[in-house]
Each structure stands twice: as structure tokens, then as C-alpha cells.
């Protein structure tokens, strides 16, 4: 089992709709995660991180994690075709490396 | 400018040849890590260092070396061993269990 999992997609979208990107993870001793955006050929770029459980916003980006679910997600309201890209979650905790999952490719239909 | 810097940004290499890429951060991070990334594919952990002088094999370490010298620099070898490494590598920094910065990358192609 991948210590991170998520849906590689593509999902696709409707320009304006919200897209919902989800995310798993496999050891309970994790206590931060991350959402990274990457282009194709370009590096991994930060967008939100979320240490507790429940909702962070950030302008139109929502993180939401649940620890008892081992569960984290990420909302993107009013998609434009600008937010196509591969969307990586990412976890730490104690002495382990940050672990990536295998990303989920976002498709925005103009 | 703070940051984290990697070079060369494109690398070719000949069957047998080792080469080292750069990775340089003035961010004051602790870790640093390398990623490897085929085509397609996710993120996978070669090496990461939480502190100079001790760094922890990750997921594809063979074929790969690095040292940590100085908290600035983590240069990663791709020895003659690894057999198949055409790939985009990734140098990251962060604090401890903190949100990791990316350099530009470097593509290694072997010619």
C-alpha cells in the first residue's frame, strides 16, 4: 500500500465548476499535508498546507482533512482552464521524509 | 533573493559517466530532499537529509549518492550503476514536517 494515494484522473471539469481532488494516506503518525499544483515541465509549486482537522481557505481553495478518515481533499471553486495541471498531495511527520502521492491530473473544459 | 537554486538545467550523460547535479538553498531550511519524476508519473524519494553530515536513503537510493557538507548544499551523483536515468530530477528544502520549496529542476538525459 502507497503510503499516500490519490486518483491519477484525469478529471475533467466545466470552466466555472468546482473541481474536488482527494487524497488518502496510510500512516496515522502524519501531521502535515500539503497540496502542490505542477505544470507539465515545470517544478511542483506550493498551494495550501492544513495541520488540523476540519476546513482552510484560502481565496477560492479549500483543504479539508479528516485524521480520523486518514483523509485529506482539496476544492477548487469557479475552475478556469488556468487551474489544468497535476494536483500532488503531500504528508509529513516525525522523522519521515515528505511523501508525495502520484498526483491527479485536472482537466478545466473552457 | 531567497530560494532554492538547481543546476545545470539540462544534463547529458554518456553510458558509464557519473554526474552530479547542483542544489543550493538560502532559505535556512534543516531538510533537503531529491526527487526523481518520469514521464507521467509522481514524485519518488531518492535521498533527503534532515541534518549536515546524516542524510536517509529513500524509496530508488541505488544508483544515486549525495552528501550533505554544508546546510546550503545537497548535490546528488548518478553513478554508472543506475541504469536507466533519463528522468527530471527535483531538489526540495523545507523545515522540519514543513511545507517544501522546489528548485526549477534539472533534466538528465543519457546520450
Known amino acids: 500500500q502507497k503510503e499516500v494515494e490519490q486518483n491519477s484522473g484525469p478529471l475533467s471539469v466545466p470552466e466555472g465548476a468546482i473541481a474536488s481532488l482527494n487524497c488518502t494516506y496510510s500512516?496515522?503518525?502524519?501531521?502535515?499535508f500539503f497540496w502542490y499544483r505542477q505544470y507539465s515541465g515545470k517544478s511542483p509549486e506550493l498551494i495550501m498546507f492544513?495541520?488540523?482537522?476540519g476546513d482552510k481557505e484560502d481565496g477560492r481553495f479549500t483543504a479539508q482533512l479528516n485524521k480520523a478518515s486518514q483523509y485529506v481533499s482539496l476544492l477548487i471553486r469557479d475552475s478556469q482552464p488556468s487551474d489544468s495541471a497535476t494536483y500532488l498531495c503531500a504528508s509529513a511527520g516525525g522523522r519521515r521524509a515528505l511523501t508525495f502521492g502520484s498526483g491527479t491530473r485536472l482537466q478545466v473544459q473552457p | 533573493d531567497g530560494g532554492i537554486t538547481q543546476s545545470p538545467k539540462y544534463l547529458f550523460r554518456k553510458e558509464g559517466q557519473n554526474v552530479t547535479l547542483s542544489c543550493e538553498q538560502n532559505l535556512n531550511h534543516d531538510a533537503m530532499y531529491w526527487y526523481r519524476q518520469d514521464p507521467g508519473q509522481g514524485l519518488r524519494l531518492i535521498y533527503y537529509?534532515?541534518?549536515?553530515?546524516?542524510?536517509q536513503k529513500g524509496d530508488i537510493a541505488e544508483g544515486y549518492s549525495v552528501s550533505r557538507e554544508k546546510k546550503e548544499s545537497f548535490p546528488l551523483t548518478v553513478t554508472s550503476a543506475q541504469k536507466n536515468p533519463t528522468a527530471f530530477y527535483l531538489c526540495?528544502?523545507?523545515?522540519?514536517?514543513?511545507?517544501?520549496?522546489f528548485g526549477q529542476g534539472t533534466r538528465l538525459t543519457v546520450v
Open positions: 500512516d496515522r503518525g502524519s501531521q502535515s
Open positions: 537529509s534532515q541534518i549536515v553530515n546524516d542524510f
Open positions: 492544513i495541520y488540523s482537522n
Open positions: 526540495a528544502s523545507s523545515i522540519l514536517q514543513g511545507e517544501a520549496f
